[in-house]
């Protein structure tokens, strides 16, 4: 499975972006999903998580209420859409698909990844 992330760019703070991963070479809907972000010189860490059917999500506390994580299985698609951005969330943000929807935050947990969208979020 071949992830590309899109939607990345410049915003000003209170901001909204809509991040979109799109996947070949396989199907997402029977992955688990999650949004990863990463800025230098810290450990990439789990943003958001979505399991297969949409019944589990969890988000970091430094997002709730703010970002919300979705999917369209007929574009093999998710989505993550982040409202009221702040500087803080500043960073890299990778899309990753997680085969059996367990040990959610552990990078190791997931298969594939995508290249990463730079979201830079200005004060």
């Known amino acids: 499975v071949q992830l590309v992330e899109s939607g990345g760019g410049l915003v000003q703070a209170g901001g909204s972006l809509r991040l979109s991963c799109t996947a070949s070479g396989g199907t997402l809907s029977s992955h688990s999903m999650a949004w990863f972000r990463e800025v230098p010189g810290k450990q990439r860490a789990l943003v958001i998580y979505n399991n297969n059917n949409g019944l589990s999500t969890y988000s970091a506390d430094s997002v709730k209420g703010r970002f919300t994580i979705s999917r369209d299985n007929a574009k093999n698609a998710v989505y993550l859409q982040m409202n009221n951005l702040k500087p803080e969330d500043t960073a890299v943000y990778y899309c990753?698909?997680?085969?059996?929807?367990?040990?959610?935050?552990?990078?190791?947990?997931?298969?594939?990844w995508g290249q990463g969208t730079q979201v830079t979020v200005s004060s």
């Open positions: 990753a698909a997680n085969p059996l929807g367990s040990n959610i935050r552990q990078m190791n947990s997931y298969a594939y």
